[in-house]
Structures are given as structure tokens and as C-alpha cells.
């Protein structure tokens, strides 16, 4: 089954203990859709700038990944810049352009509108929201989103969430978009908000999914998958929209969505973004195999096997 995929496709300049990177591919368009496609077809909305080249669009390529919903402007790319100095699991931004992201109006391919699964990625929630509105024949829908839209575009945020079969933030996010510091009262809050699944990214520690019914303790349920204990961590940069691709690229490829589904997505989500942080930008995803992938998923059973 096929994905859509909405969200930036973008040059990031990215410093870490590892070293320094200027203007790799990044966007969290680009690390989802890179991680799923070893999964299921992705198809992407984005667009970009004229600095996006043949080396760029050849990477996409590679890993047949349609791209027919990447608009091109005049102008140059939406460009990110941070550094990892202090804190290997937070981004310290040094400077955001939007360039030709500021007045992006998604358009999407007639050919994509048989897509099964949508992914929002982080973007402005009227925008997300559009693109949910304009697919609603989808069958299941995820998101992601950053503190800023929760701080200053809440309303709009509520929205989407309402919308949404699973939003996937990290802890401090959860936390904030709750007004809640204990992890498990505010995911049980976000859960009310409308998404039927909150999955919760650790960062180097795993991921949590919430899910059940908030109010009825006996059938929300809670499943935690760890991390995978890296000696080096090269580059943390879309470790989380990794996981994001590999838990939704993976559920996207099976027949029934059973519990057991949801569960082994968490390990593969958990596996793309080991994955992505052992190389800066997306090199490590782009050379992968799903032989490896499958590797490291049998790693993570051992990591976590009782008997
Ligand atoms: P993460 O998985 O959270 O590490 O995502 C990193 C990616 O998010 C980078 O490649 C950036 O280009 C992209 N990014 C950073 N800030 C924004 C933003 N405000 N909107 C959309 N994408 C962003």
C-alpha cells in the first residue's frame, strides 16, 4: 500500500562532536519518505528551490521514490542549521529559512490520490489540514509536529489533531502540548484530543505507544520499544522522522493492522532511526539494504528477549 508523505525536503548545515556537515539533504519529508520506502511506495509533497540538483533528486531515485509531488520554484530550498554540542537527543537551532517553504500551497498529484496512508510531517498545521481534507479517502492517517506550532498555533494544531489516527512527538513535546509534566497523565490528555495512538520518541532511549481509551484504564494500553545502544552516535539529525518511516512504511506493508503489527512497527521505527544517527544527514539510509534492516530488527529482538 502506498504513502503520501507532506512535509519539508530541505538543506541542513549540521555540527555535532562528530564533525561538521554544510548544506546535506535533509527535511523530514526526505528521512521519512527514505526509511519507508524499504517498506512500501512513498510518494512525496514538498517543494523546492532551483539549488535542488540532479545529485538530490537522484538520491529520491534511487529508492523509486515518486516525486512528481515536488514542486519546483524560483528560489532557493527551506534551509536548517543546528548543532548537537551539548545535548545528543535535543537540536539546538541555529537559524531556520524558510525560502520557498514560506509559501508552499500543497498540491497534490491526481496519481497520488489512491495513497492508503498519509504522513504529515511537521509543517504548518493549515497545511496539514488541507492535505488531510484533500485525501479523505485514506485509510489511516499519522502526524508529527515541534513545540513551536504547539506554542503559537494551537488552535490550528487541535484541529489536525482530531483529524489523526496517530501523532508521533517527542517526550518534551507530549508534555507541552498537555500542559502535564507526568509523561503518562499527559499522553492520556493528548489521547483526548482525538489521535486514537500517541507514539512518544525518547530519543536514545525507544519509543513509547499509547493507546486505548484514556479514561478506561483497563484497555488503554502502553508499549514501550528501546533504542539500540550505539557506541557513536554520528549525527542525530532525523532520527525521529526515520522512525517515523519505518513504523508507518512497515504497517503500510502488512495486510492486517493487528496489534502485533503495531508492535513490530515501534522495532522497525526503532531500527531506521539506529540507522540514520551512525552517518550525518541521510548517507546512512541511502546506502542501506533491507537485508541490514532485517539484521538489525533480529538485534533488537535479542536486545529485549526473556527466555
Ligand atoms: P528530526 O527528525 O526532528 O531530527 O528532523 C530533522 C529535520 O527537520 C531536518 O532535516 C530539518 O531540515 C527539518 N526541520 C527543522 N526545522 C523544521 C521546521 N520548522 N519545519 C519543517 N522541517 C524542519
Known amino acids: 500500500m502506498a504513502i503520501t508523505v507532506v512535509g519539508s525536503v530541505a538543506f541542513d548545515s549540521i555540527e555535532t562532536p562528530a564533525g561538521r556537515r554544510e548544506r546535506c539533504l535533509g527535511g523530514a519529508a ?18 523546492v528551490g532551483e539549488d535542488f540538483g540532479a545529485a538530490e533528486q537522484a538520491v529520491f531515485d534511487k529508492r523509486g521514490i515518486d516525486t512528481r509531488g515536488i514542486e519546483r520554484a524560483q528560489g532557493k530550498s527551506f534551509f536548517w542549521e543546528g548543532s548537537y554540542l551539548e545535548n545528543l537527543n535535543e537540536a539546538k537551532t541555529h537559524n531556520t ?21 498519509l504522513f504529515l510531517a511537521n509543517i504548518d498545521p493549515v497545511l496539514q489540514r488541507r492535505v488531510r481534507e484533500a485525501m479523505p479517502q485514506v485509510k489511516l492517517v499519522a502526524g508529527d509536529t515541534m513545540n513551536y506550532w504547539i506554542k503559537d498555533h494551537r488552535p490550528a494544531l487541535l484541529e489536525v489533531l482530531r483529524g489523526l489516527d496517530i501523532l508521533l512527538i517527542n517526550d ?52 514501550r520499544a528501546p533504542a539500540l545502544p550505539l557506541e557513536e552516535v554520528v549525527d542525530p539529525t532525523g532520527a525521529g522522522d526515520s522512525f517515523a518511516g519505518g513504523f508507518f512504511g512497515y504497517l503500510a506493508s502488512q495486510k492486517e493492522l493487528t496489534p502485533g503489527a503495531f508492535r513490530r512497527a515501534m ?25 541490514e534492516i532485517d539484521q538489525r530488527f533480529e538485534q533488537f529482538r535479542e536486545l529485549t528477549h526473556l527466555d
Open 97 to 117: 529559512e524558510l525560502n520557498v517553504f514560506g509559501a508552499f500551497q500543497p498540491k497534490i498529484p491526481d496519481a497520488y490520490r489512491d495513497s492508503e496512508f
Open 30 to 47: 526526505t528521512y521519512f519518505s527514505l526509511a519507508a520506502s524499504f517498506f512500501t511506495d512513498v510518494r512525496v509533497i514538498a517543494v
Open 267 to 291: 522495532f522497525y521505527g526503532s531500527v531506521m532511526g539506529s540507522f540514520a544517527v551512525e552517518r550525518f544527514g541521510t548517507e546512512r539510509t541511502q546506502g542501506l539494504t533491507r537485508e
Open 172 to 223: 518534551t513535546e507530549t508534555k507541552m502540548l498537555a500542559g502535564n509534566n507526568n509523561l503518562v497523565k499527559a499522553a492520556r490528555a493528548v489521547l483526548d484530543l482525538g489521535p486514537r495512538m500517541l507514539v512518544v520518541k525518547h530519543g536514545e532511549y525507544g519509543a513509547t505507544a499509547f493507546y486505548g481509551h484514556s479514561k478506561d484504564t483497563i484497555s488503554a494500553k502502553t508499549f
